[in-house]
């Protein structure tokens, strides 16, 4: 009966340990100052582009969507610890997922709103100005 109590009790310890295993990420102070420091940083040079006037005006959005496409990334790899290894995988595929459907739904939004524009009837100036 010992026996089999030791091999029990053996088990429990090893699953225990897997479950350690399984977590992926270690949040550390440092890894937060990172986090807190880049985002500060990805933050403070659209702010002088916009401000200075540093790049021409078709230029400066774009470049500001690359840089909030850069913090997203910094915060989900800083601040909630999203990598591969994280719930095996789970939370990064539920990630590129969403990220799917977003573009998906934007895409076809501006899709939809640009054909609506581009096929209004167009509008008799004499009846603009009879309208209240």
Same mark, same amino acid.
Request: glycine share 10%; aromatic share 10%; hydrophobic share 50%.
């Given at each position: 009966?010992?026996?089999?109590?030791?091999?029990?009790?053996? &088990? %429990?310890?090893?699953? %225990?340990?897997?479950?350690?295993?399984?977590?992926?990420?270690?949040a550390?102070?440092?890894?937060?100052?990172?986090?807190?420091?880049?985002?500060?940083?990805?933050? =403070?040079? #659209?702010?002088?582009?916009?401000?200075?006037?540093?790049?021409? %005006?078709?230029?400066?959005?774009?470049?500001?969507?690359?840089?909030?496409?850069v913090?997203?990334?910094? &915060?989900?790899?800083?601040?909630?610890?999203?990598?591969?290894?994280?719930?095996?995988?789970?939370?990064?595929? =539920?990630?590129?997922?969403?990220? =799917?459907?977003?573009?998906?739904?934007?895409?076809?939004?501006?899709?939809?709103?640009? &054909?609506?524009? =581009?096929?209004?009837? #167009?509008? %008799?100036?004499?009846?603009?100005?009879?309208?209240?």
């Amino acid at each position: 009966m010992s026996a089999g109590h030791d091999t029990h009790g053996h &088990h %429990d310890h090893h699953h %225990d340990e897997h479950g350690h295993q399984d977590i992926g990420y270690h949040a550390t102070l440092g890894g937060y100052v990172v986090g807190f420091l880049l985002s500060v940083v990805l933050t =403070a040079i #659209p702010f002088w582009l916009v401000m200075g006037k540093v790049l021409p %005006d078709g230029l400066t959005g774009p470049v500001i969507l690359g840089f909030a496409a850069v913090q997203m990334v910094v &915060h989900m790899i800083y601040f909630l610890h999203m990598n591969a290894k994280v719930e095996g995988g789970w939370s990064m595929l =539920a990630l590129v997922f969403t990220a =799917a459907i977003v573009v998906i739904l934007l895409a076809g939004s501006i899709w939809v709103m640009y &054909h609506m524009n =581009a096929n209004m009837m #167009p509008v %008799d100036p004499q009846t603009m100005r009879h309208m209240p």
